[in-house]
Every structure is written in structure tokens, then in C-alpha cells.
């Protein structure tokens, strides 16, 4: 038998080492963004064209790099992050095991511009599938330009394997956003075919959430911040009324880096217990700050999962720091914060104490942590005096402007008023306002946002129960730009639901089968023009679901505007309609709907004037 064990070359090497960390666009993707960010970058630029496939580049203003490592870097377990094992466990940058580089050039074309501040040139690298056609010096600004062209073009099975556009830029958007809400100090940018989808400026998180998540979060953000020496949470969880029925808006992150644990998830879930519906996932975005010592990242190629020193402790930690923030804000009461269960099972604790284990658990970094006084998961049972003062303070006022309501009455939401305070008087101010007065003064009400909640209400219910569909007679062609064909075509689903009938026609053309019964009959054509120019005009505003974004594109075209004359009978209608809806306080896109002037008010008003 001749011998038949052969080493692979390196080629080969990095093309099946590439199958575990580039599995798609969006893979290459996150690896770039992460040296980005390694290099110590302040501004990133994100590009991308037919969604990853034919091109992704990323530019950025870190350190660059010098000719030689310009060229090392794509060699694999090449990195200038880690020398050593022991390097491993003190990680603090996102990557580390050198490999993405050389994966990326083992399954693309790749072109590599890099230029540090003490070099005058920088240097020009071209590579395909791990073949380096062309090094040379060039003009380029400090920091690195990376591009990547036709992924896995010399890899058709794996080429085959990637999904649609929509998906594959779904999958784009994921990796941006949770790198970039990580990073609020780091200014970043993507653009998609030509059009910019994010800019996102530098700043603090809550902008960067704000930003990342639309803007309907601005006033539902409660922060979470339990500081412990050695382990700390910080973020944010928003209201129970953010709750969605699918897990979309869950961030966890870990010494920065995004992490998926249905357990973490879990202890965030449970704390929102009672509030939330049981099929309902609460929105948080958190910051676990931990010893890297005390977690191994290096359990998954993409890093994307992650094991701690021990899971029930760091659970119990994440769980008390949200019951804690959310009775913070009495938006729960400070009822049970005794120590999870799991806690109690721990050998350290359930075992009999001796001297020895006694110290040795005290020096423990855990046990420490918990024994911090003052903590959320430090406060006992009988709960904490200042919360439920601030508790009863809140139920207090609200008693007292709305002549404590008994349970029956038709009470307003959380609004401080009862229907029936109303006198149902109405008047229009500047074609733009209703004036309605209660007996303890008066509501003003913007009519253009009011009807915006409304619609934007119906709309949100009747998707998945389909709006129905008004059959045109004539049925419509219409042309489109390639990039607005793609657009409509991937949203055909959701227009039909909302009762857009609307079928591919070939070369961005599109038929237009049905409508929705309130269009009029020859405006179908300009109203879906109209509803994708303002769809892209919010899109590239805040960055939502797609939905979500059409949903809020519709509200905002078809409610009443400023400036329409509006009779009793309809302001009435308006007003009834806004107050049986579930936030009537805000507009979809988060601003006030209507002002309360007490009568006091309208008293000092009158004395100042
Ligand atoms: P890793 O990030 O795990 O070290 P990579 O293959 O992603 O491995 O990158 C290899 C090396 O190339 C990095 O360690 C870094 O020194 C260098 N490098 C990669 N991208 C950049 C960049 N954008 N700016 C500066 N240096 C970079
Ligand atoms: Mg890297």
C-alpha cells in the first residue's frame, strides 16, 4: 500500500476554513466592519451592490497597514491581535484568529487599499481566489479600503446556496446594525446601490438605538445600569408596550460583541413576566461587561456564541437588573428580588460553609459581585421604601386629575382623564387643530398626526387579515427604475395586504391588478409612485422592517393633512377614533399628538400673556 495522507495547500486550506466563517455576504461583511473597528477606526463607510454578491467594500480611517503586513494579512492565522494562548483569554478586540482575511481571498476577487499616517504611499494588493495578481504602491488616504467582488465566484456550490437579494441584504442590515449599535462612538455609513440607507453620526447609545430602531422608541427607553466591579449590565430595555410578537429588537452583547443566547434572552423575558403577553418578546438592547478571563468566545468560528465561567450566576445578574430598571421607573413594582433559585442551588451556597470555603468563596468574583450592597439582586424581599413611594406618588396624581375612577368607568389609558369629562365640544383652529373641552379645560389636538396613529393603528391589525383587494377593470402597467422594481418586488407580500395587488411584468415592469377600495379610479398608477418615493424617503430616514416602514409610509400619505376644513360630525369622529386607540399619545414616528391645557394652565397662560 503506498502511503496516501497528503498536507492540503493552502489554497485549499483557506477555501474550506472560508465554508465556516464566510458563509455568505453578510459574513464577509462582519468580519470587515470588525477590523474596522480593531484598526481603531472613527468613521466607516459600508458598500454594497446586488445585495453582496457582485460587490462589498468597506472603507475606513484606522491605523492602515505597512506594505509588508498589507500583503501578510491574507495569509491564514495571520494576525497582529493575539501572540500567544494565554492572549486568548484577555481578548479585547473582535477578532483574533486571523482567518477572515484569507477566507474572504480564497472564495472572491479582492482589492486592498492601505495607507498608514508615518507612510507618504500605501500600498495597492490585488487577489484572486488566493492568488496575489498585482502589489504596488499607491495614493491613498490613512486607513483601509477593502473590496470584495463575486463571492464564492470560483465556488458555484456555495454560490447556488445564496438565498435571495431581499434575504441576503436582510442578513447585510443584521450584521450592520449590531456592530454599529455596539459602537455608537464610531460614526458609520451603508450605502446600497447608490442610495445611502444608514448615516449614522456619532454619539450616544440611546441616539444610536434611536437611529438603528426608529424613532417611536424615544420616550420608551428605561436604562439598565448595575456597575459591579467585576461583572457590569448596561443598556437599555424598552417599555412592555414595545413588546412584538417576534424577537427582532433582542441585543445582547458581550464585552461588545453581539452574542445569541435564548437563556440570556430568557432571564431579560422573565423579568418582563405579568407585563407582556406570554407570547409576546419584550425590545433591549444590553451591554454585559465581563473579565474576558471569565468567558470563552472561541466556542464558534463566527464568535457568535459564548460560554461563561457559570451561566446560572450571570443569569440571575441579567434578570435583577431589569426588574430592577423597570421598578426603577414604576413601570413594575420592587416586589421580589430575592436571589434566582438557581443561585440558592449553587454548591457555594447550599454547601456547608468551613473556613476555607467560606474565603474562598468571598474572594470569588461572583459571590463579590452579589454582595455588593445597593444592587439590584440585593434587594430584599420587603422591597426597597424610595420605589414604592415613588410608585404610590405616580398612582396619586393620576387619581387626582381624574377624580379617581372606579374600575368600570370607560377610563382613558393612562392619559389622566376620563371620557366622560368630555363636553364634546369641537372647534377647528387654522385648519390645522381641534379644540376639544373637558370639564377641566381643554385637549388641542393635531389633526395630521391624530388621523396618522389612526391609520396607522388600522393598518397594523389588519395585516395578516388581508385588506380587501378593489379588482381594477383596466388593469395598469407601470415602469420602474431597476432599484425601485427591486424595492416593489420585494414587497409585493406586504402590498397585497394592505391591498396593493400588484404582479411582476417583466424587465421592472409591474401590473396593477387591484387596489385598495379608497384610491380613486385613475390614481393608481400615482399613488404607488407616490407611496414607494416616500417608503425609500423614509427608509433611508429610519431604518425598520419593511412593514413596519410601509405601514408608516401609508398612515403618513393618507391622513387628513393641515389645512383640510373639517366639519363637527368628522372631528368628532377623529377624536373618538384617536382615544380607541392603543397610543394615542404619540404619532407612529414618535411625536406628541395632542397637548392638555388644564384650566389652571389656561389661567397662567392668560396671566403671562
Ligand atoms: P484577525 O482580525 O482575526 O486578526 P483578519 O484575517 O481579519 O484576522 O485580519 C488579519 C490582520 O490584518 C489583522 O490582525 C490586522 O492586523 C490586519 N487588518 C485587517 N483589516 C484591517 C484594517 N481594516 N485596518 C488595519 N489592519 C487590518
Ligand atoms: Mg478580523
Known amino acids: 500500500m503506498p502511503d496516501i495522507i497528503q498536507l492540503l ?36 463607510h459600508l458598500i454594497i451592490r446586488d445585495a453582496g454578491k457582485e460587490l462589498i467594500q468597506v472603507n475606513d480611517n484606522g491605523k492602515g497597514m505597512s506594505p509588508t503586513d ?28 486571523g482567518e477572515a482575511l ?38 491613498t488616504p490613512v486607513g483601509t479600503s477593502l473590496i470584495i467582488k463575486n463571492l464564492f465566484f470560483n465556488v458555484p456550490a456555495r454560490r447556488n446556496f445564496l438565498k435571495s437579494n431581499t434575504t441576503e441584504m436582510r442578513h447585510i442590515v443584521d450584521e450592520f446594525i449590531r ?9 458609520f455609513r451603508m450605502t446600497n446601490n447608490n442610495a445611502d440607507i444608514y448615516n449614522l453620526e456619532k454619539g450616544k447609545l440611546k441616539q444610536r438605538i434611536i437611529a438603528l430602531l426608529g424613532n417611536n422608541l424615544t420616550t420608551k427607553l428605561v436604562p439598565v445600569e448595575e456597575p459591579t466591579e467585576f461583572i457590569s449590565i448596561t443598556g437599555f430595555v424598552a417599555s412592555p408596550d414595545m413588546a412584538s410578537k417576534s424577537r ?60 461563561f465561567e457559570d451561566d446560572r450566576i450571570i443569569y440571575s445578574f441579567v434578570n435583577s437588573a431589569v426588574k430592577h430598571a423597570l421598578s426603577k421607573y414604576s413601570i413594575a413594582p420592587s ?60 398612582q396619586q396624581e393620576f387619581a387626582d386629575q381624574s377624580n379617581v375612577p372606579d374600575e368600570t368607568s370607560n377610563q382613558l389609558p393612562e392619559l389622566g382623564f376620563a371620557a366622560d369629562d368630555f363636553q364634546q365640544d369641537f372647534l377647528q383652529l387654522a385648519q390645522s387643530y381641534i379644540v376639544a373641552t373637558t370639564k377641566k379645560g381643554m385637549l388641542l389636538i393635531d389633526q395630521h398626526l391624530a388621523h396618522q396613529r389612526i391609520l396607522y393603528e388600522r393598518y397594523e391589525n389588519s395585516l395578516g387579515q388581508n385588506i380587501p383587494v378593489l379588482k381594477c377593470l383596466m388593469p395598469q402597467t407601470i415602469s420602474l427604475s431597476p432599484a425601485d422594481a427591486m424595492l416593489l418586488e420585494s414587497l409585493t407580500a406586504e402590498m397585497l395586504q394592505l391591498g396593493y395587488e400588484i404582479e411582476p411584468f417583466g424587465q421592472h415592469t409591474f401590473i ?48 387628513i393633512p393641515h389645512g383640510k376644513k373639517l366639519s363637527t360630525a368628522e372631528m368628532e369622529e377623529l377624536f373618538q377614533q384617536l382615544f380607541q386607540c392603543e397610543q ?18 389656561l389661567e397662567n397662560l392668560i396671566r403671562n400673556a
Not at 433582542?250 to 432571564?267: D, E, G, M, P, T
Open 248 to 307: 427582532g429588537n433582542q441585543f445582547f452583547f458581550v464585552n461588545n460583541r453581539f452574542i445569541k443566547s435564548a437563556y440570556l434572552n430568557h432571564a431579560v423575558t422573565q423579568a418582563y413576566r405579568d407585563l407582556i403577553p406570554k407570547d409576546e418578546f419584550p425590545m433591549f438592547v444590553l451591554f454585559i461587561d465581563i473579565d474576558p478571563k471569565r468567558v470563552d468566545i472561541n466556542v464558534h468560528p463566527t464568535k457568535q456564541e459564548i460560554k
Open 512 to 559: 396593477i391588478q387591484g387596489i385598495p377600495a379608497d384610491v380613486k379610479a385613475g390614481h393608481e398608477k400615482a399613488s404607488l409612485e407616490k407611496l414607494l418615493e416616500a417608503y425609500k424617503h423614509e427608509a433611508s430616514e429610519v431604518k425598520l422592517d419593511k412593514r413596519e416602514q410601509l405601514i408608516r409610509t401609508l398612515a403618513q400619505q393618507k391622513s
Open 9 to 44: 495547500p493552502d489554497h485549499i486550506a483557506n477555501q474550506i476554513a472560508a465554508g465556516e466563517v464566510i458563509q455568505r455576504p453578510g459574513s464577509a461583511v462582519k468580519e470587515m466592519l470588525e477590523n474596522a473597528i480593531d484598526a481603531g477606526a472613527t468613521q466607516i
Open 335 to 394: 416586589l421580589d428580588f430575592t436571589l434566582d433559585a438557581g443561585i440558592n442551588a449553587l454548591d457555594a451556597v447550599t454547601q456547608p460553609f468551613t473556613q476555607q470555603t467560606r474565603e474562598e468563596t468571598k474572594s470569588d468574583y461572583l459571590y463579590q459581585s452579589f454582595a455588593d450592597k445597593g444592587k439590584a439582586h440585593f434587594l430584599e424581599k420587603s422591597g426597597d421604601l424610595r420605589n414604592w413611594k415613588e410608585l404610590y406618588k405616580v
Open 179 to 187: 456592530i454599529s449599535m455596539a459602537f455608537p462612538e464610531i460614526g
Open 584 to 601: 394615542p399619545q404619540l404619532s407612529p414616528s414618535g411625536k406628541k399628538v395632542f397637548a392638555k391645557l388644564s384650566t389652571p394652565d
Open 102 to 139: 484569507a477566507s474572504i481571498a480564497a472564495v472572491a476577487q479582492v482589492e486592498l487599499k492601505t495607507r498608514t499616517a508615518k507612510d507618504e504611499v500605501g500600498t495597492y494588493i490585488q487577489i484572486d481566489h488566493s492568488v496575489v495578481r498585482v502589489q504596488e504602491p499607491c495614493q
Open 70 to 97: 498589507a500583503r501578510l494579512s491574507f495569509e491564514r492565522h495571520a494576525t497582529s491581535k493575539i501572540n500567544s494562548i494565554d492572549d486568548l483569554f484577555a481578548i479585547r478586540t473582535m477578532g483574533f484568529r
